[in-house]
């Protein structure tokens, strides 16, 4: 039986031999066909990428030429925007004062002697006057019994000898001073006790 065992063995190696050298030879034909095949796919592949990639670059490039576009259109308007509001910026303002003028005008125009009348009118194209620079945002810095504030007021004098109670505080307004919307544009001259 030994024998036979053998025998049997040797015939299986065989079969087994030829099937692993058929199997071999399969194998090698199979790997030169995927080679192929994954060249030909791999190729395709890259194309493919490669296709997709340029056509991405080419919207990126059309985006970007787009917004630099935008961009130039926006600075130029706001430029010109800009020299607009300098050369017609006090329109505003000066509309508001024409009718002030207008009063003036007709002012002069009257020929009265009677200075009381003259004050009067004088009186009334002055509070006019007023309301429209109101109305403009522009208000009075108030100075009377006020603390010295070096925000809105300007020290032109020192008056000695006022007392404790008047010390750092204005004494006299000699110019009067203004605020436009919150922003100083004229300090008050002022007179502070010592």
């Known amino acids: 039986m030994k024998n036979n065992d053998k025998t049997e063995e040797k015939d299986i190696e065989v079969k087994d031999g030829n099937v692993e050298a058929a199997a071999a030879e399969e194998a090698k034909e199979a790997e030169t066909t995927d080679c192929n095949e994954e060249t030909t796919e791999d190729g395709n592949d890259v194309n493919a990428k490669l296709e997709a990639a340029q056509k991405e670059i080419e919207q990126l490039r059309d985006r970007y030429l787009r917004t630099?576009?935008?961009?130039?259109?926006?600075?130029?308007?706001?430029?010109?925007?800009?020299?607009?509001?300098?050369?017609?910026?006090?329109?505003?303002?000066?509309?508001?004062?024409?009718?002030?003028?207008?009063?003036?005008?007709?002012?002069?125009?009257?020929e009265t002697d009677d200075a009381q009348a003259v004050k009067d009118g004088m009186q009334l194209i002055f509070n006019k006057f007023k309301k429209v620079?109101?109305?403009?945002?522009?208000?009075?810095?108030?100075?009377?019994?006020?603390?010295?504030?070096?925000?809105?007021?300007?020290a032109v004098a020192m008056v000695p000898g006022m007392g404790d109670d008047n010390k750092g505080k204005v004494i006299d307004c000699l110019q009067t001073g203004y605020k436009l919307n919150d922003k100083v544009i004229r300090h008050a001259k002022v007179a502070v006790g010592q």
Request: aromatic share 8%.
């Open 68 to 110: 630099a576009a935008e961009f130039d259109n926006y600075k130029k308007r706001t430029l010109k925007e800009k020299a607009e509001l300098l050369l017609n910026g006090s329109e505003k303002t000066v509309c508001a004062v024409l009718p002030v003028l207008d009063d003036f005008e007709r002012a002069l125009a009257t």
């Open 133 to 154: 620079l109101e109305s403009l945002g522009v208000k009075k810095i108030e100075t009377d019994g006020q603390d010295f504030n070096v925000d809105y007021h300007e």
